[in-house]
């Protein structure tokens, strides 16, 4: 069965966002899977002596993981979906890339403090996971609340063609939700007609689960067109597509947005060509 990844540290953010995964899990009628790395040094103390029961402190925190994930899976309107855990000793994203690729993973999602931005300010590792994977990753910063009735928004410059397997994902998730639009802001410093129609058609073909509805950002500092636009229509998921030329994703990965980020939108879905 096709998994939501959900990686845990155990901490307030990580609950936040193991509660969206189980809501969106229940959407989606998809399992739940939750996954922590336990650090190589972990338990060792820099005391060589203690080496003797790194073993031990590893069990206890793959228990401590079940037992986090049994906290929220044993509440009632969790009960109907199937809930699993996974920890190794590693890395973060070497953990949760090596599961990955041997379980039908098909979004990941993790929580974040403080501002956001693609890069950076979500902390290296959901950065580093931004880098390197190539499922849909939802970012949930501290702030969002799932909704069953998302506003999703796609920020686009038509530079970037989106995966088979994202396109399919984002189509699941429209339909899932019953979305009855696709906001779509396009974004390009030199706009030119003739691209903007053939990056629509494009769209309209790939995305076939509900009405587009383009949307063109005119104000001169992109940034702040874009961040006008969905904090005025309640954007709750904003989609981006990772590719580090397309303009979109540049303008995420500024500084300038981290300050603000988190008041204009609930969650970003990074989407990849």
């Known amino acids: 069965m096709k998994q939501i990844l959900i990686a845990t540290d155990f901490s307030n ?3 936040n966002a193991m509660e969206y995964a189980l809501e969106l899990g229940r959407v989606l009628n998809l399992e739940v899977c939750a996954i922590h790395a336990i650090g190589s040094m972990e338990g060792v103390n820099n005391n ?14 793959k ?13 009632d309107q969790y009960k109907g979906i199937q809930v699993t855990t996974a920890s190794e000793v590693g890395s973060v994203s070497g953990v949760i890339t090596k599961y990955m690729e041997a379980n039908p993973v098909e979004i990941l999602v993790m929580g974040t403090m403080g501002s956001t931005g693609i890069s950076g300010l979500f902390g290296s590792n959901v950065s580093a996971m931004v880098s390197k994977t190539h499922i849909p990753t939802l970012i949930i910063p501290m702030e969002s609340k799932f909704t069953a009735d998302p506003v999703i928004s796609l920020a686009t410059d038509f530079s970037s063609d ?16 019953k979305s ?37 950002i005119n104000d001169s500092n992109p940034t702040s067109g874009i961040l006008k636009f969905i904090e ?25 947005v981290n300050q603000v980020m988190n008041k204009a939108i609930k969650a970003i879905l990074v989407l990849h060509e």
């Open 63 to 75: 228990q401590a993981l079940i037992e986090w994930v049994n906290g929220f899976a044993a509440r």
């Open 232 to 256: 005025e229509n309640h954007t709750d998921i904003l989609c981006v597509v990772k590719h580090h030329h397309n303009l979109v994703y540049r303008i995420f990965n500024r500084s300038t």
């Open 48 to 61: 060589t002596y203690n080496a003797i029961y790194i073993e031990d402190y590893q069990n206890n925190k």
């Open 13 to 15: 953010c990580a609950g």
């Open 162 to 177: 989106l995966s088979a397997a994202d396109v399919n994902a984002l189509n699941e998730l429209i339909a899932a939700f």
């Open 180 to 216: 009855e639009k696709l906001d779509v802001l396009y974004v390009n410093e030199k706009p030119d007609v003739k691209y903007i129609e053939t990056g629509e058609g494009i769209l309209k073909k790939l995305i076939n689960k509900t009405t587009l509805v383009f949307n063109y």
